[in-house]
């Protein structure tokens, strides 16, 4: 038993059944425990910029061949864009199917207008111009101050192109780097032991704020969001793994812990520091990880993709908002494009959303009122999609590049006794 309870994803899931229990009972003290969630993520976010910049730079240095990283950023943006896009369609296509928020006759009041318009103003100020504008940093070091991930990882690309391109031993240099970048690890190990405080905080906060009721009236939604979610990682990402070489569910076994700190806290920022070492010990080359797995996480969100789609289409629907297919064409064409330019931004799927509307002058804007109550669990199953695609992206292009060691993914995913085995017979 004692063994049992020394387990992360036990002790998560005691957090957030814990959690879920204080809400119920106790509303009004579970609605008072977000900060406890809070401190985890920003102790978090603290290691986030120098990681990711440690991961980025000795990878690109390591690997030399300048024309292979971006052989590398090119294959993995492909893949990205391409699955990104089926998510999108899913989404699209079952909100269609199942109408969520017909009959639901919302009208908009100013009350409800005044609760968006900070998504409205933020939306203005992260088209996709800003977006290739907010790209470059105003100073160097001015990202990790601010922990803009897509800047530092913009900083940390071109600091590894320079690094390679200096004449004589780097080696020591970028030793370095390398057991900085360890040291941090060494913190995020720390930091985890707060992980299941982190989870019984957001579930507190989430039950105890917005109550089930909440959740009855929008049970619809919440359900279809986490059955495309699933249908999406079952369906899609799972033929994806099976064939690359990889079992999903044994690969959903080996990043357990990782799932349920993003089940907990909602946030895959949390976790990123462990899957580069997980995805590295699965046989992925670290050169690699380094750099597709961050990029991942900016350009990659199946599950917010799926989201997108779906809460745009249920806005209208609530609001009896009739739109045409070509409208809703429309409506996917745009976010593919703004999806991409709310990356990295706080609150980024409301931003997203508010972009796409106020873009469309159809949908109206003050609808995303409707969803700020069931926000944080819809969110869970975005970021529990997001957290799976990135791993198994990063797979995929490892295959694709040659950076794969399936002996190491088959100790990872099956323990050392499967090795054994198959090296015997």
Known sequence: MGKLLSRLYVQLLIGIGLGIAIGYFWPDFGSRLRPVADLFIKLIRMVL????????????????????????GIKALV???????????????????????????????????DQVTKYAADAKQHGMLDFFLNIVPTT??????????????????????????????????????????HA????????????????????????GKYHISTLRNFAELIACLWGTSLLFVV???????????????????????????????????????????????????????????????????????????????????????????????????????????????????????????????KIPIAGLALLLGVESFLNAARALTNLIGNGIATVVVARWENQFDPIKADAALNGPASVNNSSSN
């Open 49 to 72: 910029a120098p990681i990711i910049f440690g991961t980025i730079v000795t990878g690109i240095a390591r690997m030399g061949d300048l024309r292979k990283v971006g052989r590398v």
């Open 79 to 113: 893949y990205f864009e391409v699955v990104s896009g089926i998510a999108l369609v899913m989404g699209l296509v079952v909100v269609n199917v199942f109408h969520p928020g017909s009959g639901m006759n919302i009208q908009i009041t100013g009350d409800q207008m």
């Open 140 to 181: 160097m070091v001015g990202p990790f101050s601010d922990g803009t991930m897509l800047q530092v990882i913009f900083v940390s690309v071109l600091f590894g192109i320079g690094l390679s391109a200096v004449p004589g031993d780097t080696k020591p240099f970028i030793q370095l780097i390398d057991t900085c970048l």
């Open 184 to 207: 941090f690890f060494a913190i995020v190990r720390i930091i985890m032991r707060l992980a299941p405080l982190a989870a019984l905080g957001a579930m507190a906060f989430a039950v």
């Open 235 to 361: 369906g899609v990402l799972g033929p994806i793994a099976r064939y690359n070489g990889i079992s999903l569910w044994k690969f959903l076994k080996y990043i357990r812990d990782e799932f349920f700190i993003v089940l907990g806290t909602w946030s895959t920022e949390a976790v990123l520091p462990q899957m580069l070492v997980k995805l590295e010990d699965m046989g992925c080359q670290s050169t690699l990880v380094g750099m597709v797995l961050p990029t991942g996480y900016m350009f990659n969100a199946d599950g917010t993709s799926i989201y997108l789609a779906m809460a745009a289409i249920f806005v209208a629907q609530a609001t009896n908002t009739h739109l045409s297919l070509a409208d809703q064409l429309l409506v996917l064409a745009v976010l593919v494009l703004t999806s991409k330019g709310s990356a990295g931004v706080a609150g980024a799927g409301f931003v997203t959303l508010a972009a796409t509307l106020s873009s469309m002058n």
